[in-house]
């Protein structure tokens, strides 16, 4: 849990409120790893830490820290949108989850995808 702002996902919440503050984002890579991280190995442990990220997002965006309002007119529309937009992928699981399904079972039961030309 995190501690400054109560969320899951704190580092979101603290890199969209130090852009708000005017600093500016960098790409750095060195030639020496400083460290490497630690990747789930498993499928239950992905999706576990998949739904933690998505808890978190939407979290984010139902806080007074989202940013549709918190970061209003301090950086770019399409910053904002982008932010907006990585916190709102909880919503893309259910298109994600009929896309998956759906064609399966209209294959399994001989049902065709395409309509007959």
């Keep these: 849990m995190g501690l400054q702002y109560g969320c899951a996902v ?23 790893r400083a460290f490497l991280g630690v990747a789930p190995t498993t499928l239950p442990e992905a999706l576990v830490q998949h739904k933690r990220w998505s808890e978190g997002g939407f979290q984010i965006v139902l806080s007074k820290y989202s940013p549709a309002w918190y970061a209003y007119g301090l950086i770019s529309p399409g910053l904002q949108m982008g932010y907006c937009y990585y916190n709102l992928w909880v919503l893309l699981s259910w ?15 001989g049902i065709p995808l395409f309509p007959q030309v």
């Design 10 to 32: 704190e580092d979101v919440i603290t890199g969209l409120s130090i852009k708000c503050r005017g600093w500016k984002s960098v790409y750095y890579n060195p030639q020496r």
């Design 95 to 109: 298109p994600t989850l009929y896309y998956c399904i759906i064609p399966s079972l209209y294959l399994l039961k």
